[in-house]
């Protein structure tokens, strides 16, 4: 197989997929690599396995991802599943070299172009006992759901905002899953604060009229639902036994035997931080973004980002974005010019504006909690290496000035995930003591493998 | 949904698992609940992204420690095992 690439993309949801299709149409020679066996990325994962579904609370998004899977495959990009990508490298003489292994052999593909299109991640908030087996997040449980049909069982306690909550939470219970009660942490203010943003919304009024639905779903179903929860804790030795929750300054204990916890999504931003790409702090969405331009461009030559690894803006318009990406990757390659590409994208453009009028009233309404991001001294916030809140406060005491200080006095993001999960709350522990905006502590710097690689694997390497 | 399933030794027990399950979904849907235990603390510790962020389901898979069982997909005979404490050097 040729490894060398026009275009590169990395990730098969929406908006990977999306930009192969339109590239490899206008005759790019295109490969795509995702970590998955089955293209779909997280929203559509499976997705082929639910081609024949004609009901059901998802069966319109299912069809929406069989339908930009089938065009995929359709489209003549070469498609390497089951492929990670462990390291990046800025552009020589014209070309990127990724670095990817399937598990046995590591392999390196040049490309000229290279798209990040790596997703989403669910925003870590760490809490007392996250780290009991029992307790897992509801992007977990609805992966188990669409790969295994699995649905949830009794003793489950769902906690957390956000659409996905509701949205699981619906499939669960149409699948015949137990859920004894949901513990809402939206605080009440951000529904006053999202008001503002509702007019707006409503110019596509199926995301509204879909979220409130599901809710109904949810109530109908006789799911008892507890508003306005301030604070979660995971109890149990060794496994989940019970939840804590408090409500208007009460604490209440509940036995449980699974708590699924989602707090909203974030961008993944390991690979555009691995090539040193400009980011900046988003502060609703409190995360962290790659800065890029109207077509997806990052600040580094040859490398792109689109879908919500570029800005959380959901499956919908992560498409568009990546189908705008993957005219822009024709055009800087030279398969089509400027006024071509600008043709192809307007329609693009138009369907890309009917789905960003909810983004704001969402990021309002589900804004995190406050206190979300001051966990007690005893919490561990790096689950890897089991560094606490309290060290990492102790470390910014001894003058740790900002996260790759702080990690080298904790071993706080030295674990095998390399500080993704604890990046962010980290990050917001260290501007918290230090009185620092985020954008000044930013995140712990990102050095390859970006993923752990065997030196079996490293062997197979072409010199 | 397919209804297709495979064969797995969970913790040496014979589990039938859907076919589109990784190895992480069948030792959960096993029961076993933790699969590894902390390097450093020795707690019990379980899948808990299932998206290859957390890298909290390491799992000695067909004699393979260190494999994030959540990216792995079940194959037919795999053998999927606890990983107790770190990876031990072979």
Known sequence: MSKTFDFLVIGAGPAGMSAATVAAGLGVSTVLVDEQPAPGGQIYRNVEAHAGDTRGVSVA????????????????AIYRPGTQVWQLDAPRDGSCMVYVTDGEQADVLRARRVLIATGAMERAVPISGWTLPGVMTVGAAQILYKTTGRATQAGTWIAGSGPLLWLFAAQALEAGGKIEGILDTTPRINYAQALRYAVPALRNHAYLTRGLALQ?????????????????????DGVLARVRFRMRGQWQEVQASTLLLHHGVVPSVHATRSIHADHRWAP????????????????????????????????????????????????????????????????????????????????????PRAGFFAPADDVLVCRCESVTAGRIREAIGLGAMGPNQMKAFTRCGMGPC??????????????????????????????????PISLQELAALPE | MTSETVTVYVDGDPVDVAANASAAAAALQAGLGYTRTCPITDEKRAPYCMMGICFECLMVIDGMPSRQACMVKVRPGMRIDRQLGPRKLQ
């Open chain 1, 61 to 76: 998004d299912w069809q929406r991802g069989v339908t930009l899977v089938g065009e995929f495959r359709a489209s003549g």
């Open chain 1, 216 to 236: 109904a779903r949810v109530k109908r179903a006789g799911v008892p639902i507890v508003k306005d929860v301030g604070a979660i804790e995971a109890k149990g």
């Open chain 1, 284 to 367: 609703v969405q409190r995360c962290f973004v790659p800065v890029v331009d109207e077509w997806g461009n990052t600040s580094v030559d040859g490398y792109a980002a689109a879908g919500d690894g570029a800005g959380i803006v959901g499956a919908e318009a992560s498409a568009r974005k990546g189908q705008l990406a993957g005219l822009e990757a024709a055009r800087a390659l030279g398969t089509i010019d400027r006024a071509r590409r600008d043709e192809r994208a307007a329609p693009v453009r138009v369907e890309l504006e009917r789905h960003l009028p909810i983004r704001a009233f969402l990021d309002q309404l589900f804004t």
């Open chain 1, 418 to 451: 390399q500080g993704r999960m604890c990046g962010l709350p980290a990050a917001e522990i260290i501007a918290r003591e230090r009185g620092m905006a985020m954008d000044e502590v930013g995140l712990f710097n990102v050095r390859p493998p970006l993923k």
